[in-house]
């Protein structure tokens, strides 16, 4: 069973920063690319970030310049370096990774909460 695990959420102040983590119980190399998004209640869940196997990266244009998505091989993990947060940030992160057989699996955490917030 695959697993993934956030971590690192919590309360910050406007202009903040945070590093979410995305532990994976299967070695990085195994996914063809973890995501992050996030979701306020009631609303959809929104896409934020992506780093695919070979290294390329693409964000939403809400967080292009402020978010930065990363990984460690040798951790199995997965990070979210968010700088400069605004209260509209506020949501619970999820991050999500897809393993291809002979179709695609998707995975998904338990998501951790981001609150930004004076």
């Known amino acids: 069973q695959v697993e993934l695990e956030e971590s690192g959420g919590g309360l910050v102040q406007p202009g903040g920063s945070l590093r979410l983590s995305c532990v994976t119980s299967e070695t990085i190399r195994s996914f063809l690319e973890i995501s992050w998004y996030r979701q306020v209640p009631g609303k959809e869940r929104d896409f934020v970030a992506i780093?695919?196997?070979?290294?390329?990266?693409d964000y939403a244009d809400s967080v292009k310049g402020r978010f930065t998505i990363s990984r460690d091989a040798a951790k199995n993990t997965v990070y979210l370096q968010m700088n400069n947060l605004k209260p509209e940030d506020t949501a619970i992160y999820y991050c999500k990774g897809t393993i291809i057989t002979n179709r695609a699996l998707e995975y998904w955490g338990q998501g951790t909460q981001v609150t930004v917030s004076s």
């Open positions: 780093v695919r196997s070979y290294g390329t990266t």
